[in-house]
């Protein structure tokens, strides 16, 4: 009996929304069935970039419209097989690819080729057209791109959770090289895009598996003095120490905000109730209006600094790639990211997660700046309550005084 893949209900599409209509299709196959969070490498994400270097390269290389047209639905269906399994996932994709199109009733000559196109994005396959080298060549782009590591250190996440692989580093730098060593971009467009790249991050690898090997060795002699240092997602009492560091931070700042809360609804009161029946007094005895204008001075003063104390701090709200990579930013507070699409968030974090020291990094920046912004909060309310202490005794002496002698 012939297996049907079916996810969802297929739509009516017409010839202008194809393009549209199967991306819609693919993102709701990849969220029900290649969840990101396990598919760390191939999945959503991965598909757009995919689409996105394919339609590049092709532009590049002068491909006609209705071959981009082809070169676009490909791409988005070439990793689609993986909702069905991991290995020979091309065989399921060019079924999944094959039915959904046929259901649109799209051309079958077309059909014929885009499966064409995604059998060529195997490993051990060569392409024998030019469509079929621009996806190829698109779908092995991270290799010549300068985020490489994190691509690869995503797609052992993946491989050692989905097929139960145990990848150490000097394994994986290895299996890296010698793909690096093997592969070969097709078309003249993508040599020129990732050529060079390709061949810094073959040499970036190759001192990285140097250094994987100097540890190696250390620990080897035994040579505990040069031991590699515990991280915090290893070390249990240094999870404990942030933890609790992190949450008394968080509590501080919360008293901080209602201390701040305290000192403006306390001026506020003596600047509602306090005035207007000073005013009157005024009226008949002018002599009042110094302690007055002191008193409304205090309060104004207090209420400004007290307002410091629970300002938000500036926020540019992104973090580009670079500086996630450099460790210059932290993507655990909302402030960095809250103007970056979910794509950008999912690749920044994921790049996060996949390198211990730059975790380590963003989880100590994220306790830094926090504590920073905490003592500029309690400098400001430590200003605040000292100037409505001593300027309240001031004028309470002021208004004694003018009571007393005139």
């Known amino acids: 009996m012939k297996k049907r893949y079916t996810f969802g209900n297929m739509p009516s599409v017409e010839q202008t929304d194809i393009i549209t209509a199967a991306e819609d299709y693919v993102r709701h196959l990849f969220e029900e069935k290649i969840p990101s969070n396990v598919y760390t490498y191939h999945n959503w994400v991965h598909t757009c970039q995919v689409r996105d270097e394919a339609i590049l390269l092709a532009r590049q290389a002068g491909v006609k419209s209705e071959d981009l047209e ?63 080298a621009l996806l190829k060549d698109a779908d092995t782009s991270s290799l010549g791109r300068p985020h490489f590591h994190i691509y690869t250190n995503s ?31 097709y078309s003249d467009v993508a040599k020129e895009r990732y050529g060079q790249t390709k061949i810094d991050n073959k040499r970036l690898l190759g001192e990285e598996l140097v250094l994987i090997d100097a540890k190696l060795e250390e620990k080897r002699l035994g040579a505990s003095d040069h031991a590699e240092p515990n991280t915090i997602g290893t070390s249990k009492s240094a999870q404990t120490m942030f933890k609790t560091a992190l949450r008394n ?35 008949a005895n002018r002599v009042l209006l110094f302690p007055t204008i002191l008193l409304l001075s205090v309060c104004v003063v207090s209420m400004i600094f007290a307002t410091l104390a629970t300002r938000p701090i500036p926020m540019k709200g992104y973090s580009s790639m670079e500086s996630i990579l450099a460790k210059k930013s932290n993507l655990f507070f909302f402030g960095n990211y809250y103007r970056m699409s979910f794509e950008e968030y999912e690749q920044g974090m994921n790049a996060t997660v996949a390198d211990d020291t730059i975790l380590d ?29 001593y300027g309240i005794i001031v004028t309470v002496i002021a208004f004694v005084v003018v009571f007393s002698f005139f």
Request: aromatic share 10%; glycine share 6%; with cysteine.
């Open 155 to 185: 797609l052992r996440k993946e491989l050692n959770g989905l097929q139960n692989a145990v990848l150490t580093k000097r394994d994986w730098a290895l299996a890296n090289l010698r793909f690096l060593d093997e592969h070969e971009y």
């Open 249 to 283: 931070h968080i509590d501080l700042s919360a008293i901080a905000d209602n201390k701040a809360n305290i000192m403006l609804s306390v001026n506020a009161l003596i600047i509602t109730f306090a005035l207007p029946l000073l005013g009157k007094e005024i009226a």
């Open 70 to 132: 082809l070169l676009n639905l490909a791409s988005l269906f070439h990793d689609v097989g993986f909702s069905v399994a991991y290995t020979g996932h091309e065989d399921h994709g060019i079924m999944i690819a094959r039915e959904y199109l046929q259901s649109i009733d799209y051309p079958k000559e077309r059909i014929h080729i885009i499966e064409g196109l995604i059998n060529a994005t195997r490993v051990d396959v060569k392409p024998k057209t030019q469509l079929e």
């Open 361 to 389: 990094t963003t989880i100590m920046r994220d306790l830094f700046f926090l504590g920073r912004t905490l003592g500029f909060k309690y400098a400001h309310l430590r200003k605040c309550y000292t100037i409505f202490m």
